[in-house]
Structure formats: C-alpha cells, structure tokens
C-alpha cells in the first residue's frame, strides 16, 4: 500500500463539470465556486522575454513579432545562444606603415555560439559583430509584401462584414421604431467611432478590396535538377523538419542557411472568473518576480484530500479506506462527507450588477470590436458519478482547526479512539472510512469512489456597497477517488 501520487488520483469536480486535480483549480470568492482553466477567462497581462527579462507593452511586441530583438535560440537545438567575444587581428594595411600598424589595439568582436550544440554563427557565415548586444543582421521575409497585402484585405473585409452586421441590426430596430441610434446619444459620427476605435476608414477598406489580386494556381511546376534522384543524400547536411519550420519564412533544407532564432516572447497572463470578471490570478507586473498579487486557488480555500492508504477493493466486500483532509483557510471548518447524489444546496447566485454600462462599452458593443462575448458561455456538463463502489457516509460533523503554520514543527499526531477519526494533527484530519463494492462489479475495471465534501467557508472579502455579502457560508464539493481497479 503506496502512497500514491495525489494529482492523479484524487479528482475534484469543477463548477463546469471538468474533473481536475486540486492543484489546477481556482476558487471564485465572489461565486464561491470553483473554476478550473476550462471556466475562466485567460487574459495576457504583459510580454516579456525570458532570457533577459525585458517587458515591453502589447503593441511593442507585436511590432516585434512578438520576438526579442536581442536573444536568439540555437537554430540547432533550439538552446539559448550565448554571446561571444575575441580579438580580431588588425587588418594589415600594405600601404601604411609598420609603426603604424603596432599603435592598433585588438578589437573585441562578438560573434553567437550555442553551449550545448557547439552550434555558431561563425559557421553558416554570419560576420562577427562590433557590439555585444543586438546589430544582427536581419533578414527580411521575401515575402512581406504579400503578407501585409493578404492582411490588408482580410481586415477590410472584416470591416466591411461588421459594418453589414450593424446596418442591418439598425435597420431591423428602425422598423420597430424604438431604436436611437448611437450617433444620436453620443453626438459621434460613424467615421469618429471607427477612428476611436482604429479601425480604417470605409473608402480605404473599399479600395484595398477593390485592388486585391488573388493567387492563381498554375500547372507548370519548376522541374527538379537532373539528378536529383541519383545525388548522394548527406543527412548531416539536410536539416531537419523542426529546424525548418522554426523559420518558417525561408524554411532552409540546408543546415549551411540555418540562422539564429528571435527568442519568442512569454506572457505574464491573469486569469478572470467568467461569471463575474473578478481576477483569480493577477501576477506581479516585474518580469522577474514569480509573486502574484492575486492568487485564488483552490488550494487555499478548498479542503485537500489526500489519500494515505486504501485496501484492495473486491466485488461484494468492504474495503477501508484512510484519507487525510486539510483545512487551508485561516478559519475553523466545519465538514461532512456525504454521498455525491444528496441534493446539494445551491450557492446562491451573486447579484446581477445593474451599474448602467458606460459609453465606450456600449460603443464597444454595438461595432461589434475584438470584444466577443459568445465565448464567455461555458458549456456545463455533468461528469458520470462512479457507482460500482460507495463510500459508507459517516453520520458525524466533523471541525478543523484553522491552519496554524507553527504546527508544522509538532512531532506527534493526537489519535483518536474515534471510529471515523485516526489522529489529528492541527489543521489535519486523518479519517477511517469504509467503502463498499457491488457483488456484480466486473473483476479489473476501474475502481473509483466519489463522495461529496460539505464544509463551512468564511468569506473575507470586505463586503461593498452594492452587494451584501454573507461571511458564512455552506459549499459543497464533489471529489472522485481513484482506487486502482477492482480486485479478484
Ligand atoms: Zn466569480
Ligand atoms: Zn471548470
Ligand atoms: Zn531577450
Ligand atoms: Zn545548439
């Protein structure tokens, strides 16, 4: 009897119905529900690079193709690339004199080297540079201007497709007779909203789609060189698929054109409840710091369950089943196990907030811009409750003391006489629970228990103005347990 590696074992059902370990969820404490990567709203906060640790604005970075300007990866291996220095040899100059050519100093120049390939940029040619930092040549896309061409033509199209949209939304509510337009409430023209807003005038998107010429496909093919099946193939020359599509504007089959790689970009992200919009997550803004400056997981709010030790389960038999449950609040709690099909109570719902929204969002709203809100949506779904084998739900309540990081250091757990409780250990509970097994369960199929977790929750947000917020309150969370497979 192992123990056993939590995260896979012990699965908490999510708000959405997503069955995720207690490490990858969050806990709202404005829904007091739990929300899971699946139900809430990913948003990036900033870029930064993280290899020098440069932060740069949003628009920056994708003027930069979201790559920084001054680190390169190994085209190689993908490796970092470090920067080199040597000393150049002054170039003999045969016209001046010898005295002359001694007064020269070495001149340091740099060139990029991978520590872990050997990789440099000596060898596909590239010279060495007299800074440090940056001055690489760049390459330009031979193929930008059918790019920014391609680009230029979705986007009016784009436009032009919103702008259809919203004529005929204006026109359905003119029949009616009810609708005031927006130029009438805010005083702004069409042409002043899209300037606000940045997109392109109509004229321009018009032409742009007016001057756009299509791709044709062509029969003729460039023949390949006479031998080209009879040439000898050197694999060492011949890169591979990763390589060339870590560059996938020159796609070099040849690792003499491999050349170094604009590191990409990371983002700090902040996560928001999609209920709500409050933050769950929100990092610190310094690239460097690993700290958050809101930080709602599960982990803090929700009891942990762990497994300590299980016997096997049996068709037709009882097996004990040893559990140990954390209390991480600040607060005492108050639990109970019960049986995943009691009816739970529901949480209830937070205040609707009636707060009139403000001219830019209905702005915003009624040109339809990058703010679609179809996807905050979550599709719900029930997950299938493992019936095979049943916890037997003890008839007690159970108290936590509040977490106590002091306790830490303490040697012995208290035990118990309890038949329920093993020991207590400060927030710790150990619990002796029995689980049954149907004598029809089929011999190696999964063996999985769910129960759900009644417990108190103290809720520390300051109460607002707007919103009265109980401090106390009763949630409940359904937890799977996976108890290998059903023994003989
Ligand atoms: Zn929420
Ligand atoms: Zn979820
Ligand atoms: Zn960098
Ligand atoms: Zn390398």
């Avoid at 299509?214 to 099946?229: K, R």
């Avoid at 958050?292 to 709010?301: D, G, N, R, S, V």
């Avoid at 979550?378 to 003391?401: D, F, G, H």
């Amino acid at each position: 009897m192992a123990y056993l590696t939590q995260l896979d074992y012990v699965k908490y059902v999510c708000s959405c119905g997503q069955l995720k370990p207690i490490t990858n969820l969050y806990f709202c404490r404005h829904c007091l529900k739990i929300r899971c990567g699946f139900c809430i709203c990913h948003e990036v906060d900033s870029h930064y690079c993280a290899n020098c640790l440069e932060n740069m604005p949003s628009s920056e970075a994708r003027l930069k193709k979201n790559r920084c300007s001054s680190c390169f990866d190994c085209p190689s291996c993908f490796h970092t690339l470090s920067t080199r220095a040597t000393f150049a040899q002054p170039r003999q100059d045969p016209a001046a004199g010898d005295a002359k050519v001694e007064n020269k100093q070495a001149k340091k120049m740099y060139y990029l080297s991978c520590f872990n390939c050997r990789w440099t940029s000596r060898d596909v040619g590239i010279p060495d540079q007299p800074v440090a930092s940056g001055g690489w040549p760049e390459r330009t896309n031979p193929y930008t201007a059918r790019i920014n061409q391609l680009l230029d033509y979705y986007k009016a199209i784009a436009q032009q497709e919103k702008q259809e949209k919203l004529d005929r939304e204006r026109k359905k509510f003119a029949i009616r007779g009810k609708y005031i337009t927006l130029t009438d409430k805010t005083g702004l023209t069409g042409a002043m909203a899209r300037n606000i807003a940045g997109l392109p005038s109509s004229e321009s998107s018009s032409s742009a789609i007016a001057n756009f010429v299509p791709s044709v496909a062509s029969a003729e093919v460039e023949e390949l060189p006479e031998d080209y099946h009879l040439r000898e193939v050197n694999l060492k020359q011949v890169s591979t698929m990763a390589q060339r599509l870590a560059a996938p504007e020159w796609q070099p089959g040849d690792v003499a054109r491999l050349q170094p790689v604009a590191r990409p970009l990371s983002v700090k992200r902040s996560q928001r409840c999609r209920d709500c919009d409050h933050n769950l997550t929100k990092p610190e803004y310094n690239p460097g710091s690993i700290k958050f400056k809101i930080e709602l997981l599960a982990f803090y709010h929700v009891p942990e369950v762990k497994i300590i030790s299980h016997e096997s389960v049996k068709a037709g038999q009882v097996a004990d089943l040893l559990l140990k449950v954390t209390n991480p609040t600040a607060h005492e709690m108050t639990l109970r196990i019960l049986r995943p099909a009691d009816s739970a109570e529901e949480v209830p719902a937070p205040p609707e907030d009636q707060e009139p929204r403000s001219i830019e969002k209905s702005l915003e709203k009624s040109l339809n811009l990058e703010k679609d809100t179809s996807w905050s949506k979550v599709i719900e779904r029930k997950p299938e409750m493992p019936t095979v084998s049943q916890i037997c739900v003890p008839e007690v309540t159970l108290t936590l003391a509040q977490r106590d990081d002091a306790a830490e250091y303490d040697d012995d757990p208290q035990h118990e006489t309890s038949d329920i409780i093993l020991w207590r250990k400060s927030n710790k509970l150990a619990l002796r629970l029995k689980v049954t097994t149907d004598p029809t369960a089929e011999v190696g199929k999964p063996a999985q228990v769910a129960f759900r977790l009644q417990y108190s929750y103290r809720n520390t947000v300051p109460p607002s103005a707007q919103s009265v917020q109980h401090r106390d309150h009763t949630l409940n969370t359904t937890v799977i347990l996976d108890l290998g497979s059903v023994c003989e």
